[in-house]
């Protein structure tokens, strides 16, 4: 019989509205990779985040090593040997990595001082013994986010972490970057840590785990040795249904250029160029793909491509038309339709019925604006009607505000007001993020349908999966430049790793 | 590779500017070594680098200094502390109460209790802006506001003109060193507060950067969950710097009284609150950086007066009494979008657990 370091048995976690976790039983192994499979809002983060102390359980018990615990804080269960990795990074960024492992737990000198030299040899001592290469003294904004990974995992074993929690580590880091983390995380369980990987890629499970779990709408729905899954088979598990997993696509058939994009440069508030000396074109009736790690200039490309940032040089040109330096309206007149990676920043207004937020491209022409200031919301009523049966946005109505629907059909609004006119060309970013399995498919299936009505299409998307299914034609972004341009029928991910890691393919 | 490279970069330019800063400042006092001791005395650059101009210059900057650090030890954990102005000049007027209250003690433990009570009454503002920023969770611009006002009208309200304080903390000269040129002369014949603000700010730039304290303010300041995950408690971080702080701000006020000037007038604060503002941005939230700024600002003032003595006529004095607000605001505007405040600077924490 194998040990079992950590089991909850029973757990329920209501949220208003939301039953995050309903009667949820789960163990792990001592020295085992579980990995913790499921939709966003299938309840695994909450889970977690109630065995790591951040929320309480309504009912349910934690078992610690066999030991029945309340696990009342972070601190609390950094002290019983649980070590978690957020999906956002608890670091402070202008602080050295050395400093932001000891903090809270310092190598002091005296009563006062800090011993940043200890600090920094047990740092070292570390990084060294399970293969987590860092540099004790790097300030960590300048690192790449793989490393700063590594930083939150020494964290959790400076603190004598024996159970390590990672939620969604991969969602950030290139193909090598992954690969890299499953090296070490491979180490950490031959050292007798466990280890529970948060994920929904499900190509990443079979490759690192040794047995998985899958749960759905906050309960658990089954359990399954990768030796004896499949990708399909897991997926079905996961969304309760067969799911395709290729969206279907035929040739593409590329006309004139629409978009023509040449020399851009964008320079950031602190005057680095991070879009530097960018051209290329996209036809109607194509797919232009951006590959990339985040944080290579993709998001600046896209605000350029809309007017949402100013340029430092180059020319855009849309439709035979320069709309170098033209405002985000210039861009939708000329027929540009914007998915945007931030969809609560820049694709939607929150409390806005949904009815107003597809329109807001529009709202101020006919038949929407009736002059003299005033909305024809009958018009606007009708128009969201017709969207939102067209686009499957699941909602009681088109009054609801647009912040009370579901990631998934948040976005599905979003694609919809977009999709729902003419357009010449759509610059979609991270069109899936955070969406549910079941509105990816769907949204993916409609820029295939964009595309072969002969819109140009420029999709920016750190997801490789995404990129590769989608595109036409790839590009690869790396610090701000583009590093190398692949045609997708013969693009391997192996090749775009490495064009994503800044390897040059000349080199 | 990439990551050495660009470390080496930003170092390479924070290196740049200490060299820049640190050539103009020996440059700045060779120049004023060559004035005060040859036959160049006699010429217009003494208005410029005279022995008074130095003088005048480190006592205009004492209270920016202690109000900057004031400022720093708040705003590094994350709470903004507009309200220095406020709690100097109510640390001003506490400090000459008890010194006229305690005429009849012999003068040093009469000082000693009027600082006290600069520290204790600069402390007690400091604590009603962290209870109304952190407990309340009022704007802090807001409550910063609330601690100027209610010092302006209650010293007001409350002062007498018949008060009068007698005696101040008198310059103490410290041997050998003193004999240095002009330097020595400046810095080592000074008032105990002077001297104690001097220490000041070696003491907090050291702790802010080496010891536990500081790496929790820092962290706090920057990113207070990361720092609540990792067991550190941050409001109360944040009301033990806030009031440390405004104890600081006091002492500043205490210099005034007791020190610089030896009354207390209404308002006599006239603004070094917000200048120290703009000498902690002006040094980038560092206790060294807001020296060099503060040194600035009072080399500007000790310019305007000695202008103004030597009967300057070539420019009307209005616009000679300008000079230490026109300064303060082109290198504020110039500096405001290059430094960096803490990211989580003026923003309430509420620990989700």
Sequence with gaps: ?507 | MTQTHSLQKKNSRTGRTALWVGGSAVVFFLIAILVNQTPLKETSLRLFFGRSALNFTLRAAVPLILGALSGILCERSGIVNIGIEGMMLAGAFGAFVVKVATTALPLPLSLFLATLAALAIGGAMAFILAVLSIRYKVNQIISGTVIITLAAGLTTYLFNPDWVSKGKFSNITIPLLVKIPVIGEVLFNNGLLTYLTLLLVVVTQIMLFRSRWGLRTRAIGEHPRAADTMGINVNRMRYINTVIGGMLAGLAGAFLVLEAVGQFKEGMTAGRGFISLAAMIFGNWTPVGAFGAALLFGYTQALQNEFLLAGVTAVPRHFISMLPYVVTIVVVAGFVGRSRPPAAEGQVYESEM
């Design chain 1, 1 to 507: 019989m194998e040990e079992s370091v950590l089991e909850v048995r029973d757990i329920t976690k209501q949220f208003p509205g939301v039953l995050a976790n309903d009667h949820v039983n789960l163990q792990l192994h001592k020295g085992e990779i579980l990995a913790l499979l499921g939709e966003n809002g299938a309840g695994k983060s909450t889970l977690m985040n109630i065995v790591y102390g951040l929320y309480h359980p309504d009912s349910g018990e934690i078992y610690l090593n066999g030991e029945c615990v309340t696990v009342s804080s972070p601190r609390d269960a950094i002290a019983r040997g649980v070590g978690m990795v957020h999906q956002h990074f608890q670091l402070v960024e202008p602080m050295t990595v050395t400093e932001n492992i000891i903090l809270g737990s310092e190598v002091m000198r005296n009563a006062v001082l800090l011993n940043i030299d200890a600090a920094r040899q047990q740092v070292d001592d570390l990084s060294r013994e399970y293969g987590l290469e860092v540099d004790p003294d790097a300030i960590i904004e300048d690192l790449p986010v793989g490393v700063q990974q590594r930083v939150e995992i020494i964290k959790a074993l400076y603190r004598h972490a024996k159970i390590l929690i990672l939620d969604e580590p991969t969602a950030v880091l290139t193909p090598q970057e992954i690969e890299d983390l499953f090296r070490v995380m491979r180490r950490l369980v031959e050292q007798g840590h466990s280890i529970i990987f948060i994920t929904h890629k499900l190509k990443e499970v079979l490759a690192v785990a040794h047995r998985i779990v899958v749960m759905r709408n906050g309960g658990v729905v089954g359990e399954a040795l990768p030796a004896e899954s499949t990708e399909g088979s897991l997926a079905s598990m996961m969304v309760g249904r067969e799911v395709i997993l290729k969206v279907p696509k035929g040739a593409a058939h590329p006309g004139e250029p629409v978009l023509d994009v040449s020399s851009l440069e964008v320079t950031d508030a602190r005057g680095t160029k991070v879009v530097n000396n960018v051209s290329f074109q996209v036809r109607a009736g194509e797919i232009l793909g951006v590959a990339g790690v985040q944080g290579n200039g993709q998001t600046e490309l896209v605000e350029a491509l809309t007017g949402l940032t100013r340029i430092g040089g180059g020319r855009i040109t849309l439709g035979g038309q320069d709309l170098s330096g033209g405002t985000p309206r210039a861009f939708t007149e000329q027929g540009s339709g914007h998915i945007p990676e931030n969809r609560h920043r820049y694709g939607m207004v929150a409390p806005y019925p949904i009815s107003e937020n597809l329109v807001l491209n529009q709202y101020y022409k006919a038949p929407f604006a009736r002059g003299w200031g005033i909305r024809d919301y009958p018009a606007i009523d009708k128009h969201a009607q017709r969207l939102v049966e067209l686009f499957d946005v699941r909602t009681p109505g088109v009054s609801t505000a647009g912040g009370s629907l579901s990631g998934g059909n948040q976005q599905k609004m979003v694609v919809a007001r977009e999709l729902g006119r003419q357009l010449s060309l759509l610059v979609a970013a991270q069109p899936t993020r955070g969406v549910d399995v079941g509105s990816i498919e769907f949204i993916h299936s409609q820029i295939v349908k964009q595309r072969d009505a002969g819109v140009a299409v420029l999709l920016v998307s750190a997801e490789l999966d995404e990129i590769m299914a989608l595109s036409d034609r790839i590009i690869v972004m790396y610090k701000g430049a583009i590093i190398g341009e692949v045609n997708a029928a013969e693009a391997t991910r192996e090749q775009l790793g490495l064009l994503m890691a800044g390897v040059h393919p000349t080199a």
